[in-house]
């Protein structure tokens, strides 16, 4: 398969090229000791990027062995990431939350992957204790979302994917909690929306890529632990809520078609959706 084809290239080539990560961090210092604790910058560069943390986040990055700049406020996720592309990085972004466990062979994957392919490529996420997250979803339709928050997901489940096996499983887009792509493809797809202080900015970049051609998988073959310490997911938050209210505002004012999937990009997602 090439990729002039639209479908993904598959690679066992590892470590050909060098990828740099990605992690925007904000009051983090807790979850990067415990989760980035055994990372080698032998594996990659790494970039951290502070949000005016007032914890010890950034000396703790540095001393794990991440090179850090530190923002003096705090602008968002999405405006974070887009630092990236003021310098001089890898040819292959991975973008990693402070709450994952990569590894060595991942990243090496991962790298050759996005190398291979014009796509965003996401690791299956995994809990502590192995079990699958579900880090690829179907297509974003309101009602899917209500009840995906609520826990009352139909089965099969039609929002919530995974890779169960070793397989690359295409959905319509993936958490940006750790995705791998090619610089030149951020470049062309005008990298994260700013305009997203967080959540849904993962929606809008996995949907502008799908209008674009640039597909989005889940890599089951590579399996990453992932804390998941999103707020709204346990409701301890209201902040966090009301993220996540102007968030979804500006997201379905931008994409209509995911609220009534007409027209051509509502024929498109619905052709990716059923895949």
Not at 21 to 37: D, K
Not at 61 to 86: C, E, I, K, Q, Y
């Amino acid at each position: 398969m090439t990729e002039d084809q639209g479908e993904i290239v598959e690679t066992d080539v590892l470590g050909r090229s060098r990828a740099t990560l990605v992690t925007v961090t904000h009051n983090s210092a807790e979850v990067l000791e415990r989760h980035w604790a055994r990372f080698d910058p032998a594996w990659a560069d790494w970039l951290v990027i502070d949000n005016a943390s007032q914890d010890a986040s950034r000396d703790i990055a540095m001393r794990l062995g991440a090179t850090v700049l530190a923002r003096p406020d705090n602008r968002g996720f999405s405006d974070a990431n887009n630092v990236a592309r003021t310098l001089d990085t890898g040819p292959v972004l991975i973008f990693c939350n402070p709450d994952l466990e990569v590894t060595p062979d991942g990243i090496a994957r991962l790298t050759e992957l996005a190398m291979a392919n014009r796509a965003l490529i996401a690791p299956q996420l995994v809990n502590h204790d192995g079990s699958l997250q579900e880090n690829g979803r179907g297509a974003p339709y309101p009602h899917r979302k209500l009840r995906h928050m609520l826990g009352r997901e139909s089965a099969p489940n039609l929002y919530s994917r995974t890779a169960t096996g070793r397989e690359l499983t295409r959905v319509v887009w993936a958490m940006g909690a750790a995705l791998a792509v090619r610089r030149d493809v951020m470049d062309d797809l005008g990298w994260w929306d700013d305009g997203y202080f967080v959540y849904y900015e993962d929606h809008d970049l996995g949907i502008r890529a799908l209008q674009q051609g640039v597909p989005t998988y889940v890599d089951g073959a590579t399996r990453w632990i992932h804390g998941w310490a999103r707020e709204t997911r346990n409701g301890r938050s209201r902040s966090a809520w009301k993220f996540e209210f102007f968030s979804g505002i500006r997201f379905y004012s931008r994409h209509p078609y995911c609220l009534m999937p007409i027209f051509k990009k509502g024929r498109q997602l619905r052709a990716v959706d059923r895949e």
